[in-house]
């Protein structure tokens, strides 16, 4: 991949295709070449391919689909290493799909698109879930659904882990979530890359390098360009870098749409001081 002009052409094409159509594994690697242009996608595209082929060689013997999922964890938390990185949880490279199969360590969501993934070359159909601060994966069988966390080795999760995990995310105010059902919806492949891009826009913010959280804002927007909040802080990041033409548009955009509720009249506000330093250029 030679040039952000590339990568957008090339996640446009995927975009366009009905959802059910996209790769994700392919599109977490082509987010990833925004840090790695060099990056060899079919390379790492195959060595999903060669995981799926030792584990559905290893669980050949069960016909339960179940057994397998139990198979699919014993390979690749235990044989294969994969871990969780806590120690070192906002490194940028958890959050890229190349550097999760180079260094067998992780975070919730690309632990979890690993582990989608080698399962869909299985027959599996596992599903994401977007939970609230964490990634997990549910698997549907004859008994019922199971969900499952791939950051804890792909452990089952039953009602009591489920709130217990929100309770440590969220405190006390995880009372006004939505219903535990709500939480535990499939969330499809556009909602699971927007939450990779998400993650790796706030790294990148905590540790101020805005032009690498301004790239992952604009995938997102290229992604869904609804994502009404994302406009204004893409405009307020162009801003801090002086690139005050962009930010104006983005703030303008943002205005038109949210027209006169939140926070409309501080970026109002903004607006007007943008167009006075854009006179000034001239």
């Known amino acids: 991949m030679e040039s952000n002009v590339t990568l957008n052409d090339r996640l446009g094409e995927i975009i366009r295709r009905d959802e059910s159509e996209w790769n994700l594994a392919e599109t977490a690697l082509l987010i990833a070449t925004v840090e790695y242009p060099d990056l060899d996608i079919p390379h790492y595209i195959q060595q999903l391919d060669q995981l799926a082929d030792t584990v559905a060689a290893r669980a050949q013997a069960f016909s339960s689909a179940l057994d397998r999922v139990t198979e699919l964890n014993l390979f690749l938390f235990d044989d294969q290493d994969f ?3 806590a120690n070192d949880y906002y490194d940028p490279r ?20 690993l582990y989608m993934e080698v399962g869909k070359r299985l027959s599996l159909g596992l599903q994401g879930i977007s939970f609230p601060g964490r990634f997990l994966v549910k698997f549907a069988h004859a008994q019922g659904e199971i969900v499952l966390d791939p950051y804890a080795g792909g452990m089952s999760l039953g009602l009591t882990e489920l709130e217990v995990l929100l309770k440590s995310s969220f405190g006390a105010a995880h009372d006004q979530l939505p219903p535990l059902d709500q939480l535990l919806a499939a969330a499809g492949k556009k909602e699971i890359l927007l939450r990779l891009l998400r993650n790796l826009k706030s790294i990148y913010q905590h540790s101020n390098q805005i032009p690498k959280a301004l790239s992952m804002l604009d995938l997102m927007l290229l992604i869904e360009p609804g994502l009404v909040d994302e406009w204004r802080e893409r405009g307020d990041l162009y801003q801090r870098l002086e690139c005050f033409r962009p930010a104006l548009q983005d703030f303008q955009h943002y205005l038109n749409v949210v027209a006169g509720t939140g926070d409309s009249e501080d970026v109002r506000r903004r607006v007007g001081e943008l167009k006075q330093r854009i006179l000034l250029l001239h």
Not at 94 to 113: E, M
């Open 83 to 85: 871990a969780s990185n």
């Open 94 to 113: 958890n959050s890229f799909l190349n550097q999760v199969l180079d260094r067998r360590l992780g975070i919730p969501i690309t632990l979890s698109i």
